[in-house]
Each structure stands twice: as C-alpha cells, then as structure tokens.
C-alpha cells in the first residue's frame, strides 16, 4: 500500500483541477487500489466532488492551509517561525496543537509528499511559499520522498528567492513546465528538469472513451467558439488599459459572428471567484442583439475537466486568458488559440504554452486591437506545425513520466495514452 500527499491549490478552478485530476488517474493507473492519497487543498467541498470516482481511498482536508493562514496573517515573525516547525512539543501555540498532531499523523504515515503546479509559486501568492515550506519540512522530518511537477516560478522577490532556497533544496525531484525561470532554481537545485505541464501526460482523456457521457456534449456538438477572460489581481495602472481591450474584443466577436452565421459562442468561467463572467457578460453587453442570441454561458467549475477540454478542443476558435484554456485548445495543434497576456505573471505562463506548440496567437495586452485580431484569423496565422515539434512534446512527457518513476524507484506498467494523433 502507497500513501501519498497530494498538496494542491484546490481552488474553485478547471486548471487546479485538471492538474488535481491527471494525478489522480495516473495514480489509479500505478497502483489500482492499492494506495491512499490525501489531498491537502483549499476548496474541501469543490474537489471532494470531483474524487468519489476513484476506486482508492481519498481524504480531503484543508488543514495545512488554514493552520498557515492563522499564522501568515499576523505580523509576529516569531509565531510564524513557530509555525515552520511543527513540532508537538515546547510549542506556544496550544489552540492549533490538534492541526499539529493531525498534520504530524498524516506526514508520519507518508510514502511521498508530490506538490502540483502549476503557476502559484511567484510574489502574488506569497502564502503558497509558507505552506510548501511546511509541508516539505514535515516530509523531511519523517523521512517522506518529495516530488515537486508542472511548476512556473515567477516572478520572484529577492527575498522570496532566499525563502524558497531551503525549500527547494530539500525536494527530491522538480520539474518546471517552463524554462523561462529556471534560473531561479538554478541557484539551489540540482535535481531539476524542464518538461511540460501535468495536464499533458494525458490521463484526462478517460473521459473521451466513452466511459462516461460528456456533461458538456450539447454544446460541444455545435459548431462554437470559446471565451474566457478574467481579472486576477491586476495592477491598477493596466485597468484602463484592458477596459479598451475588452471593446476590442466584442468588435472581434461580432465581426467573427457575422462572418461565420452558423457558430455559437460559448462565455466561459474557469472560476466563480475570479470574475470570468462578470467581463464576459461586460462584451456581451456590446454585441448586437442578432450576435446575442447565440450566446451561452458556461461555467465550467460545474464539470469535469475532461468535459471541458473536450469543450476547448473542438471549437473553432478560443480566445482567453487563462493557461489550461490555451493547453487544452493548442493540444491537437489544430485550433486556432488567441491567448492574452494581462501581466508579468501570465507573461510567463502563456508565452511559453504557445512557444511549446509553435502557436502564432499569443498577445501581450497592449498588442490587442481588432484589426490585428482580424489580421491574424485571415491570413490563418496559427501554427508553425512540424513532425519535429510534436516529437519534442512528446519527449518531454516521456521524460516527466519516467523520471517519476525513477524517483519513486518503479517501473513503469502502463503507456501513455498516444499523443501523436
């Protein structure tokens, strides 16, 4: 029997879990029944939804992150040095002892601590530093193997830099799903490769076999057009900025609706929590009324992620701004994918996504008017597709899935589902 500590963001969004759910399959895959996984994550109730298919035992807690919360919101350096300790004794901390017990428990039981990506280890999320911090000593403290994939690091702090150095150097395995910030890493890790993200060792396809009915397969059967964009912490003076770039989108669709009188278009949230349909529904209000009416709207947190793949993938056109949206539209190298870059932050995650496929559709905020989008669609600059990017992509999952198992000292005894298509 394995046991294994999924530590994941969890939130109430599809990449979170689409990366949360890959693994899961993968592990149902390596070991059948024989293992337990505890997920430590945010969203108890979202994510305990989604995990009663498996045919293994899971617990959900968001334990870990609530014991960080209560110390990362005061301002008392020495509680939160208290904090990176765990210890069960000479502790000052006696409200919290039944969290110090329960996480010593779960850490002492442990086989492998894997901590998923993707993008939440940079200075907007400075909280996620704390609570890898912890977990990573907790699995050191009981002898746990730990396994860090699917990371974006970025952008970085100085100071975040020196807090992560004794972190990272602890792990036993990092892979980047980027390499555009590897030299952070490079600093104080040497046990680190660059791959792709997790989502790509395709175990979300489970759920385009047949297997189980598609949620989404009503939508998914029209010829439709996918949207997906968002405001996520953006820094004040770019508000203005991506005001005029949502008209310039709702021209876009318009236009695109017009020229094309059989397709819908499809307002997608990833996320209830991150305004995605509160921008949506912002174009929606320009559209004409005839455009309008062949509008839906679509919250994906309500589906597998699967589902919503299979939604992404067979449209005509994607535009977002969100990361897994573009994996999964570029995935088949035959979608045309607009993605949008709204900071530093998602300047990473989305140039390097579309780099990996060779995509032609990736913007940086102030690029955006609808001419050049217009531009871009009729002279059909989508891809620079090759036999030789394909085959890169495909090493590169190779390499993730092997050197897994290397770490976790097994062979491999199942394949891939095929990527090449």
């Known amino acids: ?239 203005e900025l991506y005001k005029k770039v949502r008209k310039e989108i709702a021209k876009f669709v318009e236009w695109y609706g017009e020229s094309n009188k059989n397709i819908e278009i499809n307002f997608l949230e990833f996320s209830p929590t991150d305004g995605d349909m509160i921008y949506a529904r912002e174009i929606y209000d320009m559209l004409s009324d005839q455009i309008k009416r062949r509008v839906n709207f679509i919250s994906c947190a309500n589906f597998y992620p699967g589902d919503v793949k299979c939604l992404i993938n067979s449209a005509l056109l994607n535009i977002g701004t969100r990361f897994h949206m573009a994996l999964f539209s570029m995935e088949k190298f035959n979608v045309p994918t607009i993605s949008i870059a709204l900071d530093d932050y998602y300047e990473i995650k989305l140039g390097n996504i579309h780099s990996l496929f060779g995509s032609m559709g990736y913007f940086k905020l102030d690029e955006i008017t609808f001419e050049i989008l217009k531009d871009w669609i009729n002279k059909h600059r989508y891809y620079k597709e090759n036999f030789e990017t394909k085959m890169r992509i495909k090493e590169l999952i190779d390499q993730k899935v092997n050197t897994y198992f290397a770490v976790l000292g097994k062979k491999r005894n199942f394949k891939l589902i095929k990527f090449l298509r």
């Open 1 to 239: 029997m394995k046991k294994i500590i999924l530590l994941c963001p969890g939130n109430l969004n599809v990449g979170d879990n689409a990366i949360l759910f890959t693994w899961l399959e993968f592990f149902e895959k390596t070991y059948g029944r024989n293992c337990e996984i505890t997920i430590l994550g945010t969203e108890v109730s979202y994510i305990s939804q989604f995990v009663r298919k498996f045919s293994y035992k899971i617990f959900v807690s968001d334990m870990l992150h609530r014991y960080v919360w209560k110390f990362y919101n005061t301002e008392i350096r020495e509680e939160a040095l208290a904090l990176q300790s765990l210890s069960l004794e000479n502790t000052d901390v006696s409200l919290y002892e039944p969290a110090i017990f329960f996480l010593n428990q779960i850490f002492a039981e442990a086989d492998l601590l894997h901590m998923v990506g993707g993008g939440i280890i940079n200075n907007k999320w400075k909280d996620c530093h704390w609570i890898w911090g912890v977990a990573v000593k907790l699995a050191k403290k009981y002898s746990a193997k730990i396994v860090a994939t699917g990371q974006t690091i970025g952008p970085l702090d100085i100071e975040d830099e020196e807090f992560l150095k004794e972190i990272y150097e602890n792990v036993d395995y990092t892979d980047l799903r980027d390499s555009s910030y590897i030299q952070y890493l490079k600093k104080y890790s040497s046990k680190l490769t660059v791959t792709v993200d997790d989502v790509l060792i395709g175990a979300l396809q489970k759920s385009e076999n047949g297997q189980r009915e598609v949620l989404l397969k009503t939508y998914i059967s029209r010829p439709h057009v996918n949207m997906c964009v968002q405001q996520w912490n953006m820094p004040e003076d770019k508000q």
